[in-house]
């Protein structure tokens, strides 16, 4: 039993090192020298992608991240400079987008032109957003933290966000 135990994590270690020095790394180049927060690509896309970071910075690629332009979006303005901290798009068109001073929570339908803030006052409660995950438009899940108060997740499915915490 001990031999069979002995080879099998060998032949597992030979592969874990193996997996580790075959991937090969490429740093890219982007137009900005903000720190960057976060990065989503859209599934089955054909390489479009979007980069958030610091002071406003939103990057966006066509081509599967050879190239990255800057989006000059508009529909944020909370009157004091801001970092993008999380993004999740559904579709090339369709995203979301969480904000670090407010935990501001918007949404875009335009590819990142245009945001608008989702203020709905079901959400009132969730003071700290930090993440969201969407499986359409219509259905997602937002992660964050009440106002003084604990963890907390709500689900949106449209028309309606339910709290989901535990």
Known sequence: MKKIITIATLALSTLQVKAQTSSNWTQINVPTIENLNDIAFVH????????????GTLLKTIDGSNNWTNVNFTGVNPGVPFNVMYLEFV??????MILDITS???KTIDGGSTWIED???ELGNQCYKKAVHSNDENNLFLAGAGCFQRALINEYNAPTWTDKSF
């Open 119 to 121: 203020t709905d006052f």
């Open 104 to 106: 501001g929570f918007y």
């Open 91 to 96: 579709s090339p068109t369709i995203g979301f």
């Open 44 to 55: 089955n896309s054909f390489g479009i992608g979007y980069i958030g970071g610091d002071n």
